[in-house]
């Protein structure tokens, strides 16, 4: 009894573990992608020589009603440096002080800034109660400061809202223009956009926010092999579980309907406990951890739970065919 109860309970605990593991992949994860700007792995960049300024395309965008996608225009010149457009749908940043843009921000005719930590404590000026960055010769209104730990390239970042209602002397071909949003599953509204920027070309690429390649495999590879690792040691002591009542079904002298009830009531016991098991280990990660991801980590939990109870039913029930079928 006393090694049922222990071996549940290194059940459990390795349960807890698997949420743990999914949990550091959350904040792995997450931090990329803060890192990047919150700029996903589909974003696309539009390669272009225009001459227009940011917000002139932005008024030829406004004009064809193209408002579900996000912009960013990063400087070829500073690529710590983006004018950022999202009109529809904001993408917004985890702030230590201040606000993030709202969408007022990218129809008003004044520019706003939001700075990376790191930046905001060397670089912002404060004469009153108002910070401000200085950009060559002008100075911008500092509405936030974002950050986190162990983003570097968030904390470094200067993120400017443009809009259609602003005039500047930009030019499209001095800065790498990156697509994100909505657009990005309809082909044909991507064509329009790359029309409108007379882009040479539009294709997924590395860049300054988005330095290396996510893809599903670098997201979720270790820590599927972790997974993968934890479910074979818990099926595993679920088969040893299953050792005192598959050798009381060895001797048992019952046959026919008599010996099925009898290892049906095993299973349905063992299968009992698992539920007590399994719900009080999701009761302790849900209690002790932080996750962003639970849809994976419930379907992670019950392909394993099936696995389990399936597993034993199997062991129970082969006994029959090593005893013969009953006639």
């Known amino acids: 009894m ?20 999914v949990a550091q ?5 997450y931090q990329n992608l803060m890192d990047r700007g919150n700029i ?4 696309m960049n539009l390669v272009t020589h225009s001459r227009k300024s940011i917000p002139g395309i932005l008024r030829k965008i406004d004009q064809q009603k193209i408002t579900n996608l996000q912009l960013y225009f990063v400087s070829k010149h500073d690529p710590n440096l983006s004018y950022v457009y999202m009109p529809k749908k904001l993408k917004k940043l985890p702030m230590t002080s201040g606000r ?3 969408k007022s921000d990218f129809q008003s005719p004044i520019p706003f800034v939001v700075l990376g930590q790191t930046v905001a404590a060397q670089t912002a000026y404060k004469p009153q109660s108002q910070s401000y960055y200085q950009l060559r010769q002008n100075y911008y209104s500092v509405i936030g400061v974002t950050g986190l730990n162990n983003t570097k390239n968030l904390n470094q970042h200067v993120f400017i809202s443009t809009s259609p209602k602003q005039h500047d002397h930009t030019q499209l071909r ?6 994100d949003g909505e657009i990005l599953h309809y082909p044909k509204q991507l064509q329009q956009l790359k029309k409108a920027f007379k882009a040479r070309q539009i294709y997924r690429i590395n860049n300054h926010l988005n330095p290396k390649s996510q893809t599903w495999w670098n997201r979720w590879g ?14 595993s002591l679920t088969t040893l579980l299953q050792v005192p009542t598959v050798r009381a079904v060895k001797i048992s002298a019952l046959r026919g309907d008599l010996l099925t009830d009898y290892q049906l009531e095993n299973w349905f016991k063992f299968l009992l406990t698992q539920i007590v098991v399994f719900v009080a280990a999701g009761g302790l990660i849900f209690w002790r951890l932080q996750l962003l991801s639970w849809n994976y980590l419930l379907l992670y939990f019950l392909a394993l739970f099936t696995l389990v109870n399936l ?12 005893k013969g079928s009953p006639k």
């Open 2 to 21: 006393k090694k049922t109860i222990w071996i549940n309970v290194l059940i459990i605990f390795l349960l807890f573990c698997a949420g743990r593991l």
């Open 25 to 29: 992949n959350d904040t792995r994860n």
């Open 40 to 43: 996903s792995n589909q974003a």
């Open 100 to 102: 993030f843009f709202v």
């Open 174 to 179: 001095h800065f790498q223009i990156i697509v």
């Open 222 to 235: 270790q820590t599927l092999i972790y997974l993968g690792i934890i479910a074979l040691l818990v099926l």
């Open 311 to 322: 597993g034993a039913l199997i062991q129970i029930f082969f006994i029959n065919f090593q």
